[in-house]
């Protein structure tokens, strides 16, 4: 069991940048892949990026390709979420979610019901 802990989060103008981290805890934290989800109010919260639990592979929506950069140091057991020209479309709640990798290879998973544990959030807000 881990348990995650979103920072980073605050208030930026379109066209700027933002680091989220997530900081993973627990037992055998660097085992496991790590993705980032949004949730916008009134709206399902959807996939953003995954890394999966060695850093080797990653995984991105379509939207943030190109301007989102997931990494991640395993001897911190932090995942960042490096999100540049950002749109006021990408504001939302932004959740870091695990599941257990070690040893699982390929693209990490984008559907959130693969995902057992979850962070409080933190909110990203993009002003016009």
């Known amino acids: 069991q881990v348990q995650l802990v979103e920072s980073g989060g605050g208030l930026v103008q379109a066209g700027g940048s933002l680091k989220l981290a997530c900081a993973v805890s627990?037992?055998?934290?660097?085992?496991?892949?790590i993705g980032w989800f949004s949730q916008a109010p009134g709206k399902e919260r959807e996939f953003v990026a995954a890394?999966?639990?060695?850093?080797?592979?990653?995984n991105y929506a379509d939207s943030v390709k190109g301007r989102f950069t997931i990494s991640r140091d395993n001897a911190k057991n932090t995942v960042y979420l490096q999100m540049n020209s950002l749109k006021p479309e990408d504001t939302a709640v932004y959740y870091c979610?695990?599941?257990?990798?070690?040893?699982?290879?390929?693209?990490?998973?984008?559907?959130?019901?693969?995902?057992?544990?979850w962070g409080q959030g933190t909110q990203v807000t993009v002003s016009s």
């Open positions: 979610a695990g599941r257990w990798g070690f040893e699982r290879w390929g693209t990490p998973a984008s559907l959130r019901t693969m995902y057992n544990y």
């Open positions: 627990g037992r055998i934290a660097s085992n496991y892949d």
């Open positions: 890394i999966n639990w060695d850093g080797g592979s990653t």
